[in-house]
């Protein structure tokens, strides 16, 4: 394409951050509307902040995975043994005040911590 890389990066990060908007978007409206689950927005700055930074550090990620990857599975092993496990040790389905004060250290070393605690 008559891009410059920079154009590049900021297309496919641009398009990575609309999608995730757009997805948590739709999440919200389902749970509006699902019987019984109130959801109100008292910080949409907080919202916006760390949906948006949460969306260009996948974005990056996936794009360096996208220049390193010469197979699909290449890309899928970053996904499977990076993505996935830091997603699911930085306290999505317990309370990371629960552990052991070495594994709570461990815990706040990982960038996805941040990302889904906010």
């Known amino acids: 394409p008559p891009?410059?890389?920079g154009g590049l990066l900021a297309a496919l990060a641009g398009a990575a951050v609309t999608r995730a908007l757009l997805v948590g978007l739709v999440v919200w409206?389902?749970?509006a509307l699902w019987p019984g689950v109130h959801v109100t927005v008292r910080?949409?700055?907080a919202i916006l902040w760390f949906g948006v930074l949460?969306?260009?550090?996948?974005?990056?990620?996936?794009?360096?995975?996208s220049v390193w990857a010469?197979?699909?599975?290449?890309?899928a092993?970053?996904?499977?043994f990076v993505v996935a496990?830091?997603?699911l040790l930085s306290g999505t389905f317990y309370s990371v005040e629960a552990l052991s004060p070495t594994f709570q250290a461990i815990s706040h070393l990982n960038p996805?911590?941040?990302i889904i605690s906010g």
């Open 43 to 45: 910080h949409p700055w």
């Open 54 to 65: 949460g969306a260009l550090f996948l974005a990056f990620l996936g794009v360096m995975t």
């Open 112 to 114: 996805f911590f941040y």
């Open 77 to 80: 092993a970053v996904t499977n």
């Open 85 to 87: 496990p830091l997603s």
């Open 29 to 31: 409206g389902a749970m």
């Open 3 to 5: 891009l410059s890389n």
């Open 70 to 75: 010469e197979k699909f599975d290449h890309a």
